[in-house]
Each structure stands twice: as C-alpha cells, then as structure tokens.
C-alpha cells in the first residue's frame, strides 16, 4: 500500500487496533463510519453497524465512550426504526460552542435511493438517545444527501456532505461533496461543490470528504473515493487540500486495507496533546467484513 507525502494523520494499517467488531464475520456486515470527538480526557465515538443488504443494512449508531481511546462503553443507542429509515450511515458527533451535544444522523428513506440528515441536540451524549429528531438537510427528489463532516471554526458552522444524483438507480451510487454553511448548524445554505472525481483516476466514480483539519482558511481533509461502481463500498481513501468550498485531490495511489477487495474509509481524527494524533476508520478484513479500527499517529 502506497502512502501520499503528507502531513495529515493517515492509517498505517498494521500499527493499528480493532475497537469494534462488525456484527458478523461475512461479506456486507460492517463497523465503522466513526465520528470521534474528544472532551477533557474523553473521547466520544459515534459509528454505525450493518447487515449485509436484505437482513437489517445500517440498523443503528452507537455512541459511546473512552478514557484510552481503545475500549468503549456504550453510552447511547439510535436504532434505524426510530427514523422510519430503511438503513443508517455514517453520524457525525460534535460539541456545539456552548457545551451541548449533537449528533447528525444519515437516514434512507425505504424503497428508493433517496438519504436525507436529521439532527439530534442534547445536553448530554447520553441524552442522544432520548432527543428528538429534526431533518436539517432533506435533499429532494434529484438528490440524496449522507454521511456529513461538520465543523465549527471561526464562528461559524461548515458542512461537507455526500451527495447522490438520484435520476436513474444505475448512476445512484456516483457521489460527489457539496459543501454548506450555517449561523446556527441547522439551516444550512448550500455553497457548491467542494471536491468531485476525476477522470480516469481511481476516484473517478465518487467522492466524500471524510475528515477535515482546517489552519485558518486553508484545509487539508482525508476524502473516500472509488473508480467504479463495482467498487462501491470498498472506497479508498485520499487526501485533497484547499480552501471551504475549493478541495484539489493529492497525486498519488490511495490508503488502502491489505485485504481484498481493499476498502479503507471514513477517517475521523481527533488532536491529542504533543502534536500526536488518534484516527478511526472502516477497513476490510480477511473475511471481507469491515471493522472499526484505530491508532495513534
């Protein structure tokens, strides 16, 4: 596996550790899709568990907690019935400036190909699981919109999501990352798109922003991409820098998971004191099943 030059905190694969295992050992069962967070000696994660397609897809996001960043204590659970969703993806945990808590939530909407987000607010993560639901970003019947970064930074909120052309079921799977601001992280105005693949390289067919570290105005993100349809849900992943709106990918060949079929995705970072890193991600393992890992970088 090839590693870009660059500063970001990338996986190194083999120096890192499972923290969540997927719910079976079989191709279609995943862990993963973290969104980390840390607050004091804390760190929070939100991820989401599958079943292969046709016995439960993406039934919930977990949040939980940890005082070595390895092993978690489930602190609140969101099940995929209570959002009338038919599948949920990637969360997106974040503490708002005024201490609250909030977790963005992906949702299917059953028998189509349509996603929208909702959002959850409480004073506590486990108050998350007893919040009540608000869609923020409902796409429509052209588009469907998942798997949201969101950042407060210099007071405001930014938003990078994943968004899906839903004109016919064959191109469904193409994605590209719009980006969005807020006043408040709940009325959203889309802004353009921020990052789209590129012809011919191995992230022709999709992208989705996956981590962002910002230093003033100008970004450097991990972003999951794929080259064909076949290769949908076995994104690689890249690094692209930029400004908010404006992200131009790295040269060179993506992190990838030693194993076939090779998916390495949804990277979440989160700063540690002494300039170090830990970083979560989705990766598939012998077996073909993702896990939710981790390492220290």
Known sequence: MTTPTTTFPLPRWHEGTTVIAP?????????????????????????????????GRGFVNVIARSGDGVHFTTVAEL????????????????????????????VATPGTKHWRVDLLEADTPEGLATAPAVTVLPGDDTVGVKDPVVLFHDGGWHLWASCHPLETDEHADRMTTWYATSPDGLAWTWRGTALAGRSGEWDARGVRVAAVLADGDELTVAYDGRATAEE????????ARGAFGRLTADEGDPIESPYA???????????????????????????GAHELRTELV
């Open 23 to 55: 719910p079976e050992g079989r191709t279609g069962a995943w862990a993963g899709a973290p969104s980390a967070v840390r607050d004091g000696d804390t760190i929070y994660l939100a991820y989401r568990l599958r079943k292969p397609i046709g016995e």
């Open 79 to 106: 099940h995929r019935d209570a959002f009338g969703g038919e599948s949920l993806e990637r969360p997106a945990l974040v503490r708002t400036p005024d201490g609250r808590w909030r977790v963005y939530v992906s």
């Open 232 to 239: 949908n849900w076995e994104e690689r992943t890249g690094v």
């Open 261 to 287: 079929p090779h998916g390495l995705r949804y990277l979440s970072v989160v700063a540690l004191d002494g300039g170090r890193h830990r970083i979560y991600y989705e990766g598939t393992r012998p077996d």
